[in-house]
């Protein structure tokens, strides 16, 4: 598979948000500063490309390249953002998958090189290639092709395979953090905000962080029991894009006014979701558009229970795929993340990064790290 990039950026035409981008563009002799975007100057030809968890994500030309980048923003207000952004930083830098976003740097404001210690900054950028639109603006325009869907949907396991093989959780899989270049019907899993690591080996019952994951793709266990939970979760939210895809419609939604974190939106989805299980109304009479194959495959993806749910990799080798599968080209990660990983998460406060160096030191002589991983004992890690 071809790696591509963007020549013919997202302008958002129309949108509120990108004229008064425009309107800004016009009064400012310097674009470099626009909406606090303080970057070196061979960043040019600002457009904006959207909103991220993080603010607003641009797109900019790189003059020492020529190529059209994508440039996300990361905030650092408090605690919990300096956490989440080190976090993505760490994350998208190890991730390296043709059906990965790739990241080509990371930079400090005026597009200095990051400091020993980034903590101290009030900003990251992320400089990662920008890719022609969005599986959500994709959708907009109805159900696609089940060739083109059932290709598409390959890619997002594969790549979501290598991501799991990381022991990291991405834990916001929608078709808006799904980035496709249509030509080559090219398929990229990016926006890594809300991932977090999770070391298999350790129990992590209880101290998972909630409210994450968007609630039209979000199963029912994480909606009962929000701190306890697996890469099972990404699995669901797989499974509600593919229907997606197929129909149209999101599979499990309110009313087009409802706020997704609103509580009486969160009943609803429950209800929707328990009169599918428990009075266990057959996917061919939720979805008599899909091919019965398909029908069987989300049956297989969207189980109540998690552990019942198929994996990214047993669900690449499912007929519904067996056009596309092919496991010697269905790389895992030789590098995956570990639990001095989640250590160091877990330790980053307003203190700075040399203390938690320090810290982490002190872990892996009393551990025996980097074989920690092998030690059965339960670590309990508060984490958000």
């Known amino acids: 598979m071809q790696e591509h990039i963007c020549t013919h950026p997202l302008t958002c035409t129309g949108d509120a948000a990108v004229q008064g981008f425009n309107a800004t563009m016009a009064r400012q002799d310097t674009p470099l500063f626009l909406h606090g975007f303080d970057l070196s100057g061979h960043f ?19 003059q020492r390249t020529g190529q059209r980048v994508a440039i996300k923003k990361l905030v650092m207000r408090d605690t919990v953002t300096v956490k989440h952004a080190l976090r993505e930083v760490k994350i998208t830098r190890r991730l390296h998958h043709e059906n990965v976003v790739r990241v080509h740097e990371v930079l400090a404001p005026y597009g200095r090189p990051l400091p020993r210690d980034p903590t101290q900054l009030s900003a990251l950028y992320i400089v990662q290639e920008c890719m022609e639109t969005d599986l959500a603006r994709l959708l907009e325009q109805g159900p696609l092709p089940t060739g083109h869907a059932t290709l598409l949907f390959y890619q997002l396991l594969r790549g979501l395979k290598f991501i799991h093989s990381a022991n990291v959780l991405h834990r916001d899989l929608k078709p808006a953090n799904i980035f496709i270049n249509t030509d080559q019907l090219l398929l990229k899993i990016g926006d ?4 977090r690591i999770v070391d298999p080996h350790y129990s992590h019952k209880g101290y998972l962080s909630e409210g994450l994951v968007t609630k039209w793709y979000c199963s029912p266990r994480l909606l009962l029991s929000p701190n306890n939970y697996t890469k099972a979760i990404d699995m669901w939210a797989a499974g509600c894009i593919l ?13 087009s006014s409802a706020s997704k974190t609103d509580p009486s939106t969160v009943i609803m989805t429950i209800k929707t979701q328990c009169y599918l299980f428990i009075i266990k109304k057959p996917f061919s009479e939720l979805l008599p558009e899909v091919d019965a194959q398909a029908v069987d495959f989300l049956e297989r993806i969207l189980t109540f229970h998690p552990m019942d749910r198929l994996t990214a990799e047993a669900a690449l080798s499912h007929p519904f795929l067996q056009q596309y599968s092919c496991p010697e080209d269905e790389p895992t990660s030789t590098h995956p993340f570990r639990i ?27 551990y025996c790290v980097p074989n920690l991983h092998r030690n059965k004992t339960k670590l309990r890690l508060r984490m958000r």
């Not at 229907?243 to 009313?255: H, Q």
């Open 340 to 366: 001095e990983d989640e250590l160091e998460d877990s330790l980053i406060t307003e203190q700075s990064l040399i203390t938690v160096l320090i810290y982490i030191k002190m872990i892996k002589s009393i």
């Open 44 to 62: 040019v030809d600002l457009r904006p490309l959207g909103t991220g968890v993080t603010g607003l994500v641009l797109s900019a030309v790189d």
């Open 243 to 255: 229907a997606e895809m197929l129909t149209g419609r999101m599979l499990f939604a309110g009313t």
């Open 192 to 195: 890594f905000g809300l991932a």
